[in-house]
């Protein structure tokens, strides 16, 4: 289908610059960017009231734990995990993972979101979910210890190739954190992603307490670790990052590692928050995570930019610009993800974006249009989302409404895993 | 116009119970609330998808400050004013204030906000608003010295002689801060507080910088300052509250003073984080405010709620429960601006209500409908917001929208403004 957006204002990603431009999006690509408009296209739509820009990329989640959303006190990350998350993920199937899923990217899309990195189990069930609602992502298979015979991982294998030629997903490895793993294991998937060219997932140094067992059991930090295993000569994405030294900053800026910051769940789980102007000022490339709507309890990348902003203004050596935080929410998650030409709106770049009502009371009036997408956005300013050159979301509505059904399946789904 | 909601979840604020009930609302009052249907009613409103409670209070705000909406760069309090905001202030009209308020209005009614407090200059016009959208307020001209002849105290007096009888608008005395008063000045204030029966409306120890000009000045806290001056024998809403000494609160207590938390605002401009669990901790009353739109850049007090739960974890002597944030935003609101009967639903209590949306994909599953309501809803999910008994947003629409040309005129009076 050929889409094109007329006389929209234009946040590109290359610049700062707001433009006026019509977009003319041939099949899944962005075609033209500029003032001509004699184009053949299948769908007009009006960018009069909106700004566009690329859509949102969220670097670190577990889509399906929304069937978790809300559930158990709030606590601490290892408590959380122990006493409520791992008992029921320990009887998880696949359709749990499925609705869990589905219900996630209504949320996702809704949101603003075209492009994510999952970790987790049964994760068939969340790239069907992604195939079914157009959504790019980055699919990984939670590898920890023990694993009989290497099943996980070859797991995870047969499924990056039975997705190898796939347009929107991507799979990785997915060793899930050093207290979870051992040198063997972290070396052995390492070896994998050599031999299959396999980016990684991981999460590090999420709290005190995670550095602390590793110094006890390795000598070394949680990245020294990793390191040592060889997972970083692998395009790696590193989630939390809220503990790192400097020997560890200097390790992830020369194995070029991203490093995804979750200000909400790492606040909400008391784990600390990181200083993000510290590895910007590093040139380490840094990007959002909602992290699971577990510990969340949304799935928005505006309301952890909102979080993230507000909150480095104490907690961080700088404050972020607004330029940085939209990088970090679009184009450096695309990077870190490996996506090639994703996260810019662009000639020959992928037809990934948002078209944001900026014409609305909340927008008004327009002193500072980065400013304005920063601070006073609601999410549901977002009206139409494009993915990949389909319209997922249009006038903030979807295609074919499917949402009445997901919601009541995950709610059963979600009754009959307790029952389990 | 008597209505009839039907067969909703409901959190009175009485306690922290779900229940599922019928509410009867006769004129501007709750009548009945329980299993009973068998009313005569105007409007009958299905509540099965809804969760009912009450209207959220932002204890404080400066509504006609959207004009100013992410105007100049991000910085500190006093650079902020003294660069930006004061400049323009000097040269504001009264049309400038009508529809600057109007356009606050339209934001805060859509999310979910039914009663507010309010500090600025052009106080009628702000009245007027509040008048047309139908919206609950306390409104105090913001006082300051110079005032020759006292001009600004008998503006604030002949406001309130004229809204005394009002159902909607309470008018409050409004000492703008020990920054820009004095020892006489206050005194004189709260003398006229006295004699006319009138609440104060202040802002108090929002920065460090306030506290230590104050001690140079006066040899005492800002807290102290005002006690002195007799300001706390009125009943008195205290803004932002960062930086108390044991003394302070100490004061505050005694003299049943509320401290409204702003945390968007305090930490956008650098100023801090209250300590909440402190003062609650303490038996003071504490409530939730967004500040004005333009050190925020929203009026949601669901954005207050999350971020001040969020940050409280690390910045807060205990985290904060679910059900304390759920008062902050109502019936302490309530209970700070001296609204009878507000803040709670209740037989014989005003209607002030919101309807959520709980049904949808972000309320899934129904762990837990507390945790949901802090973390997990988003402004949109409100679609019924009732105040004093008359439906003002009804199905996530205004009753005869004007937005349209309310933002349009706002607009081009903030072009104006700055032409001046």
Redesign the interface.
């Known amino acids: 289908m050929n889409i094109l957006i007329k006389n929209t204002q234009l946040l590109t990603m290359e610049d700062e610059e707001i433009k006026t431009a019509n977009i003319y999006i041939e099949d899944d690509k962005i075609s033209y960017i500029g003032s001509r408009e004699d184009f053949k296209s299948d769908r007009v739509i009006d960018g009069k009231n909106f700004l566009t820009m690329p859509g949102f990329v969220n670097a670190h989640t577990h889509v399906a734990m929304?069937?978790?959303?809300?559930?158990?006190p709030?606590t601490d990350l290892m408590t959380w995990l122990n006493d409520y998350i791992w008992p029921l993920e320990d009887k998880l199937k696949a359709e749990d993972v499925y609705y869990g899923s589905k219900?996630a990217l209504?949320?996702m899309i809704?949101a603003g979101t075209t492009s994510f990195a999952d970790m987790y189990f049964f994760c068939e069930e969340t790239a069907k979910a992604c195939k079914e609602m157009n959504i790019r992502s980055q699919i990984s298979r939670g590898l920890a210890i023990p694993d009989h015979g290497f099943s996980k991982i070859k797991e995870n294998i047969d499924l990056a190739n039975k997705y190898r030629e796939d347009k929107l997903i991507d799979i990785g490895l997915g060793p899930h954190a050093v207290y979870t793993s051992d040198l063997d294991y972290l070396k052995k998937i390492s070896d994998y992603a050599q031999e299959y060219k396999l980016p990684i997932h991981i999460h590090l140094s999420e709290t005190k307490k995670e550095n602390e067992d590793c110094y006890k059991n390795y000598k070394m930090s949680p990245t020294e670790l990793f390191d040592k295993a060889g997972i970083f000569k692998n395009r790696t994405i590193a989630a939390h990052g809220v503990y790192l030294s400097d020997n560890d900053l200097d390790i992830i800026k020369e194995n070029n590692v991203s490093v995804v910051h979750n200000?909400?769940s790492n606040?909400?789980l008391?784990s600390?928050?990181l200083d993000l102007a510290r590895l910007i000022d590093k040139g380490i490339n840094v990007c959002l995570g909602t992290d699971s709507?577990s510990s969340?309890?949304?799935?928005?990348i505006l309301?952890e930019m909102?979080?993230s902003m507000?909150?480095s203004?104490?907690?961080s050596s700088r404050?972020i610009s607004y330029i940085e935080m939209l990088q970090m929410a679009t184009v450096n998650g695309a990077k870190a993800l490996g996506f090639d030409k994703v996260g810019m709106i662009k000639e020959s770049y992928k037809a990934d974006l948002i078209m944001i009502d900026i014409?609305?009371?909340?927008h008004?009036?327009?002193?500072?249009?980065l400013?304005?997408l920063c601070?006073?956005t609601?999410?549901?300013d977002i009206k139409n989302v494009i993915i990949g050159g389909n319209i997922v979301y249009r006038d903030g509505k979807f295609n074919n409404d499917d949402?009445e059904n997901?919601?009541l399946k995950?709610?059963r789904q979600?009754?009959d895993l307790k029952a389990r």
């Open positions: 929304t069937l978790f959303r809300n559930y158990g709030e219900l209504l949320e809704k200000p909400s606040l909400k008391s600390g928050f709507a969340n309890n949304k799935l928005s309301r909102e979080v507000l909150v203004k104490l907690y404050p014409n609305n009371e909340n008004t009036p327009h002193n500072d249009i400013s304005s601070f006073s609601y999410e549901s949402s997901i919601i995950t709610k979600f009754e």
